[in-house]
């Protein structure tokens, strides 16, 4: 069975830092990417950042650049986003989501989220 879990989320003061964790099983991780998703309170989903596990590539979207960083851990199958410099605008559910590679329409497995909260 496939699963990924996300975890990491909380409440944070803005300026503040948190890293997320997304432990992927059931699946090939070496053969994949993993992407990141934040869904904003009323807005839809948008991509914020993915690595491509095989070869360790990483995009971000513009928002994120300089402040998010993401890294993989092969051995644990296990996908950190390390945020930073945080901003109101950050809160929202984060979704860690794979696919065969980054920049897709839509990815085949999803998790269930975790939420991060960051006060003004």
């Known amino acids: 069975e496939v699963q990924l879990v996300e975890s990491g989320g909380g409440l944070v003061q803005a300026g503040g830092s948190l890293r997320l964790s997304c432990a992927a099983s059931?699946?090939?991780?070496?053969?994949?990417?993993i992407a990141w998703f934040h869904q904003a309170p009323g807005k839809e989903r948008e991509g914020v950042t993915c690595?491509?596990?095989?070869?360790?590539?990483?995009h971000y979207a513009h928002s994120v650049k300089g402040r998010f960083t993401l890294s993989s851990d092969n051995a644990k199958n296990t996908v950190y986003l390390q945020m930073n410099s945080l901003e109101p605008e950050d809160t929202g559910i984060y979704y860690c989501?794979?696919?065969?590679?980054?920049?897709?329409?839509?990815?085949?497995?999803w998790g269930h989220g975790t939420q991060v909260t960051v006060s003004s």
């Open positions: 059931g699946f090939t991780f070496d053969d994949y990417a």
């Open positions: 690595i491509s596990i095989g070869d360790g590539i990483t």
């Open positions: 989501a794979a696919d065969h590679g980054c920049g897709q329409d839509e990815y085949e497995y």
